[in-house]
């Protein structure tokens, strides 16, 4: 168990000189992510963690794409903090963080490859990417291996512009249900599976636009937008055509606002682009999303009345605006429990002393 | 919308075919400006894409409508009851298909007819063809294109994928022109590696491999090509269902456009000329459709207007864990059955 070498790990990367680090994302936009990985791993949370049962694997590989710079640090921990040796396997020339973070790992046993050999060294791999990626990965585990698939999926947002309670780990100035939408968007520029792809609401469409706008364009100003890469923006432009032609579109530099109908909706991810659909209930709205089948993820909502609706729209995890992309330590993610995943399950069978008698 | 009575669909289509008999680049501009401007008074869409530009002054300025629209909006000017030929993108890869409506297939046959017979070395009397039959699948523009070639053909892929044993049978030892797309001939040789075509035979090449679960870049399956089939020619096709034109070259070259068909880049960023980027398409003979088209393609266009395609563009985001609109829609389909 290295839980305290974990958490002095974790203090390290808070204090860390992220200037040199290398990603897609801006300046403001990385510490922004780094910071918001490292609130999830607080000293309360280690020992939670600490305290849940399980046998450390021997060795793990976590195998992370390039969208989602911090997607491996609590998988990291986690394993790290058991006593797994772990392998961090990143894509080919993207290292982002993965440097960094080993450097100061000190005695940590945590090492970084963009080799996929490593996948077969790992009694449990952690895969996360597409799913014909996370099918790969399966593939090339050495038999025996256990393999947590995470694979694609999507996230919305249920709006009503109900007033949350204070969240101390969201800025004092977003913390609005939109301000806290764009804060959501504007984490890993919009990439990933946790990121706000569409905000349904049932306030009418252009005060919706108008207010997510407005909020878009603060986070741009705080978070700026990082690298935009072609094939992301001509999907923009296109999808901004659409909205000219059977909705509202707004935009600024580095964000976009795209108001469609229910008919031309498709759940698929742009950066800092969110489209706003009208829906007059949360049942709707729910409807809407389980029409593209079981990949949705995270629903972020100031209505915590309409969970119901998105649990039956097979929503695996439901959040206040604004932790959208600051799920905490301890969650289900893709139908798992992650900590659990982190470690092996093992017992004696409680039934002995019935057998012996 | 107002309608300019000096615009209608018969006097430009008149004017399309005058160029394409005898092109005089100079009317290129004007005939597309006034097709553009006929598209205006008819279709709703490129209005409403055209609202915030300022009005084209030249062909280049025309908005050109993304190939994605063609999928979810009625892109056109051919109303519903005069519809007489629809062609559908292909299902491969998305759940939703884009649809270009014709009122007539007349002036698509002639551009057709009159750019393959500038590229193809020896005309057939017969084609035989790794594409689905037009007659069972009247909404395939390529094989539509391919059976105006000759006027004996046989067809040899279904749904359910390839005959190739079939195909070979219906070749026999006599010259013909064959079609086929390039995962169709990746096929083709896997299956039958020692296959030798007849002599005098034409292997048309179209399409990459989008979608496909095997990858095979263009210069390994050329290669192969010219090893194994050994045509006569080898010619590759470059054509959209959004297109009524095509382009027409050797594999791994530049594609030619016809005079009737303009081809540009621009920066995928800016949406600014650039000499490399983001194709987009003038087509003369999209009278009743869009005259300008914007596509997902990249390439790097030459002084002389030729094209040699990209592919994607460099440093494409890596997919990682979200959706794709192409997953999407597939698993909408798989929920829906395609409704």
Not at chain 1, 60 to 78: H, M, N, P, Q, R
Not at chain 2, 6 to 18: E, F, G, N, P, Q
Not at chain 2, 61 to 86: C, N, R, S
Not at chain 2, 322 to 335: F, H, I, K, P, Y
Request: proline share 7%; with cysteine.
């Amino acid at each position: 168990m290295r839980w305290k070498e974990v958490a002095a790990w974790r203090d390290r990367i808070r204090d860390a000189d992220l200037s040199e680090v290398k990603t897609h994302l801006s300046p403001q936009g990385l510490r922004a992510i780094v910071d918001a990985a490292l609130d999830a791993l607080g000293d309360q949370q280690l020992r939670e963690a600490a305290a849940t049962e399980g046998v450390a694997y021997p060795r793990a590989v976590v195998v992370t794409a390039g969208t989602v710079e911090t997607a491996a640090i609590e998988w990291l921990a986690l394993l790290l903090g058991r006593g797994s040796e772990v392998i961090w396997k990143t894509p080919a020339g993207q290292p982002g963080l993965a440097r960094l973070l080993v450097d100061l790992a000190g005695d940590l046993p945590l090492a970084t490859t963009e080799d996929r050999s490593s996948i077969p060294l790992g009694d449990v791999v952690i895969a996360m990417g597409s799913d014909a990626a996370v099918h790969e990965i399966r593939s090339a585990a050495k038999p025996g291996a256990v393999v947590h698939e995470h694979g694609h999926a999507w996230s919305c947002a249920w709006v009503t512009d109900t007033p949350l309670p204070h969240d101390p780990l969201i800025p004092q100035d977003f913390q609005s249900p939109w301000r806290r939408l764009a804060a959501d968007a504007a984490l890993h520029d919009g990439r990933g599976c946790l990121t706000p792809v569409v905000a349904f609401t049932p306030l009418p469409l252009n005060e919706a636009i108008a207010s997510l706008a407005e909020a878009m364009e603060s986070a741009q100003a705080k978070w700026p937008l990082g690298m935009i890469h072609g094939e992301e923006a001509q999907m923009i432009r296109a999808r901004r055509a659409m909205a000219r032609v059977v909705g509202v579109k707004k935009s600024g530099e580095g964000w976009s606002v795209h108001g469609l109908t229910v008919e031309h909706f498709v759940p698929h991810g742009l950066p800092r682009s969110v489209m706003v659909i009208h829906a007059p209930t949360a049942e709707d709205a729910a409807r809407c999303a389980s029409q593209f089948g079981s990949n949705l993820s995270t629903v972020g909502t100031d209505d915590v009345g309409a969970a119901h609706a998105w649990m039956a729209a097979g929503a695996t995890r439901i959040c206040p605006l604004g932790r959208m992309q600051r799920p905490p330590l301890d969650r289900i993610h893709d139908g798992g429990r992650v900590i659990a995943q982190t470690a092996r399950l093992q017992a004696m069978d409680g039934t002995w002393s019935v057998a012996d008698s | 919308m107002t309608m300019d009575p000096s615009l209608d669909a018969a006097t430009l289509i008149h004017r399309v075919r005058r160029f394409i008999s005898g092109p005089e680049p100079a009317e290129f501009d004007a005939i597309a400006l006034a097709i553009h401007k006929y598209q205006l008074s008819r279709c709703p869409v490129i209005a409403a894409l055209s609202e915030e530009t300022p009005p084209a002054c030249d062909a280049l300025a025309i908005p050109a409508v993304p190939v994605d629209l063609f999928k979810t909006l009625p892109i056109g000017t051919v109303p519903k009851d005069e519809v007489q030929h629809t062609f559908l993108t292909s299902g491969t890869t998305q759940g939703k298909r884009g649809a270009h409506r014709f009122r007539s297939l007349a002036l698509y046959e002639l551009n057709c007819l009159a750019w393959a017979r500038r590229h193809i070395q020896r005309w057939p009397t017969r084609t035989c063809n790794l594409l689905l039959d037009p007659k069972h699948h009247p909404e395939s523009s390529l094989s539509h294109m391919v059976s105006l070639f000759a006027p004996e053909s046989s067809w040899h892929q279904s749904n359910s994928g390839l005959r190739t044993i079939e195909f070979i049978d219906a070749l026999g030892d006599q010259p013909a022109f064959i079609g086929a797309t390039s995962f169709a001939v990746a096929q083709l040789l896997e299956e039958q590696p020692t296959l030798r075509l007849p002599p005098g035979c034409t292997l048309m090449i179209t399409g990459g491999f989008k979608g496909r679960k095997r990858a095979f870049d263009e210069g390994s399956l050329v290669g192969a090509i010219q090893d194994s089939l050994q045509p006569d020619q080898l010619i590759s096709e470059y054509g959209m269902t959004e297109l009524s034109s095509q382009l027409w070259g050797e594999p791994g070259k530049r594609y030619y456009p016809p005079p009737w068909l303009r081809v540009y880049a621009v920066d995928p960023w800016t949406a600014q000329p650039a000499s490399s980027g983001q194709l987009r398409f003038i087509d003369l003979c999209n009278v009743e459709s869009s005259v300008a088209i914007e596509t997902m393609d990249h390439g790097t266009i030459h002084d002389d207007g030729s094209v040699s395609l990209l592919g994607r563009l460099p440093n494409a985001p890596v997919r990682g864990c979200s959706l794709t609109a192409e997953e999407a829609w597939d698993a909408r389909t798989r929920l829906h059955g395609g409704k």
